[in-house]
T-cell receptor
Framework: EAEVAQSPRYKITEKSQAVAFWCDPI?????LYWYRQILGQGPELLVQFQDESVVDDSQLPKDRFSAERLKGVDSTLKIQPAELGDSAMYLC?????????????FGEGSRLTVL | GDSVTQMEGPVTLSEEAFLTINCTYTATGYPSLFWYVQYPGEGLQLLLK?????DKGSNKGFEATYRKETTSFHLEKGSVQVSDSAVYFCALGLSGSARQLTFGSGTQLTVLP
C-alpha cells in the first residue's frame, strides 16, 4: 500500500541550529500539506502546495520557516534558527487532485525536540 | 473562525464498554466532518466522514452522525476493544478552502482488557 514517507522520524537539535524535514507524498498526489502538532493539541496547517505552487502559507512563521516543493513531488520544510517552542511533531499529508475535502493521507511524522 | 471542540481526555474504558467522544464545531459555511485516528507510532488515518447534515459515517464499528442543529459529530462505538486504543481527532473541512482540515485537540482512548 502506498504511503507518505517522511524523514527523519526523530530529530534533536539545539536552539539556533537549522533543521530540515523531508516528505515524499503518495505518487500522483498533487496536493501536499505540512502540519505541526504540538503535544496534546491537534495538527495545525503550516503550508499547502498544489504541485510546485504554494496555495496557503498564511500560518507559516516566515521569519524562520521555509518550505519548498521544487519539482512538484517531494517537499522540504526548514527551520532556521530553531527555537524551544518549535518542539513538536511535523506531519506531512497528501491528497489526490479533485479529492473531496478531508481525504488526506498522512505520514508518520517527524518529531522535533529543541534543547 | 472555524473551530472544533472535543471532549477532554484521556478516556479509559474496559473492553466491551460503550464509547462516546463528543465533538462540536463552529463554521461559517457548510463543512464536511471527519474523525481521524492515530494509533501508537503511526500516522493519522481517516476513520469516517460525513459530508452533509443528517449523514451518518461508519467504519470498523464506529459511527458518527452529522447534527447541524446541535453542530455536533459525536463518535460512538457499542463495544470497544483493546486494539481501539489510540488518539481520536475530530476535524472539519470546507469545500472552498482548498480542502484544508481544522482539527480538534484529540482524545486519548485507552481500553483495558
Amino acid at each position: 500500500e502506498a504511503e507518505v514517507a517522511q524523514s527523519p522520524r526523530y530529530k534533536i537539535t539545539e536552539k539556533s541550529q537549522a533543521v530540515a524535514f523531508w516528505c515524499d507524498p503518495i505518487s500522483g498526489h498533487a496536493t501536499l500539506y505540512w502540519y505541526r502538532q504540538i503535544l496534546g493539541q491537534g495538527p495545525e496547517l503550516l503550508v499547502q502546495f498544489q504541485d510546485e505552487s504554494v496555495v496557503d502559507d498564511s500560518q507559516l512563521p516566515k521569519d524562520r520557516f521555509s518550505a519548498e516543493r521544487l519539482k512538484g513531488v517531494d517537499s522540504t520544510l526548514k527551520i532556521q534558527p530553531a527555537e524551544l517552542g518549535d518542539s513538536a511533531m511535523y506531519l506531512c499529508a497528501s491528497s489526490l487532485p479533485g479529492a473531496k475535502a478531508g481525504e488526506l493521507f498522512f505520514g508518520e511524522g517527524s518529531r522535533l525536540t529543541v534543547l | 473562525g472555524d473551530s472544533v471542540t472535543q471532549m477532554e481526555g484521556p478516556v479509559t474504558l474496559s473492553e466491551e464498554a460503550f464509547l462516546t467522544i463528543n465533538c462540536t464545531y463552529t463554521a461559517t459555511g457548510y463543512p464536511s466532518l471527519f474523525w481521524y485516528v492515530q494509533y501508537p507510532g503511526e500516522g493519522l488515518q481517516l476513520l469516517l466522514k460525513a459530508t452533509k447534515a443528517d449523514d451518518k459515517g461508519s467504519n470498523k464499528g464506529f459511527e458518527a452522525t452529522y447534527r447541524k442543529e446541535t453542530t455536533s459529530f459525536h463518535l460512538e462505538k457499542g463495544s470497544v476493544q483493546v486494539s481501539d486504543s489510540a488518539v481520536y481527532f475530530c476535524a472539519l473541512g470546507l469545500s472552498g478552502s482548498a480542502r484544508q482540515l481544522t482539527f480538534g485537540s484529540g482524545t486519548q482512548l485507552t481500553v483495558l482488557p
